[in-house]
């Protein structure tokens, strides 16, 4: 079975400061994480996958296998980064197909 | 201009009535997935389907019913047996992969409540 927990549902922090949304998985084989977003009154869209290696939008993840963790992080949050951040976990090797379990989902409010 | 579109948007019903949830697709996808939002739950999958008539129950089957006829339609139905079917809808598609996830493409969601 596979598990993605997110610990903080609400999550704030003033503009300028770092911000690290949480996110711990429980899976037995090579897991692939990602991060997906929605902003206010838009569509959930991907943000990045761990394989890609990317900083999007100034966010970093790098996954932690040791501690099966996979947190988010940017070192100078911006007002517009106010959204609802979900990790996702999808087991390497699946037949059954690409299904994806996603965390309960962090809420990040960005202050000013 | 291309995507997913889900229909209606909003949708009310009576206890006892079934529904049925529209996802459309002209992304030339082959797999498609239907999940259910709840604030503080995150997204569970309800059904997903990797090819034109194929389909498979996900976490949260109970209650619900696809069809997978045409490549570009993922209909959902809720029925009259799922105990608490008020909640968001989301539908997304992704292309068709055997080793692991692909990005998946999402739907602006159909909010249903059982009056």
């Known amino acids: 079975a596979q598990r993605v927990t997110q610990p903080e549902k609400l999550l704030s922090v003033f503009k300028g400061a770092p911000v690290e949304l949480k996110c711990n998985y429980s899976?037995?084989?090579?897991?692939?994480l990602f991060w997906y977003v929605q902003y206010s009154r838009q569509r959930l869209q991907l943000l990045l996958r761990?394989?890609s290696r990317e900083s999007i939008k100034g966010f970093t993840a790098d996954l932690n296998k040791g501690e099966t963790s996979f947190h988010l992080k940017k070192p100078f949050a911006q007002e517009e980064d106010s959204a609802m951040y979900y990790c996702?976990?999808?087991?390497?090797?699946?037949?059954?197909?690409?299904?994806?379990?996603f965390g309960e989902g962090t809420q990040l409010t960005v202050n000013p | 201009d291309g995507g997913i579109t889900q229909s209606p948007k909003y949708l009310f019903r009576k206890e006892g009535q079934n529904v049925t949830l529209s996802c459309e697709q002209n992304?030339?996808?082959?797999?498609m997935y239907w999940y259910r939002q709840d604030p503080g739950q995150g997204l569970r999958l309800i059904y997903y389907?990797?090819?034109?008539?194929?389909?498979q129950k996900g976490d949260i089957a109970e209650g619900y019913s696809v069809s997978r006829e045409k490549k570009e339609s993922f209909p959902l139905t809720v029925t009259s047996a799922q105990k608490n079917p008020t909640a968001f809808y989301l539908c997304?598609?992704?292309?068709?992969?055997?080793?692991?996830?692909?990005?998946?493409?999402f739907g602006a969601g159909s909010r249903l409540t059982v009056l």
């Open positions: 992304l030339n996808h082959d797999a």
């Open positions: 389907s990797q090819i034109v008539n194929d389909f």
């Open positions: 899976y037995s084989g090579s897991p692939e």
């Open positions: 761990h394989i």
């Open positions: 996702a976990l999808s087991g390497v090797g699946e037949t059954s197909g690409s299904r994806l379990t």
């Open positions: 997304a598609s992704s292309t068709r992969s055997f080793s692991g996830a692909n990005v998946l493409t």
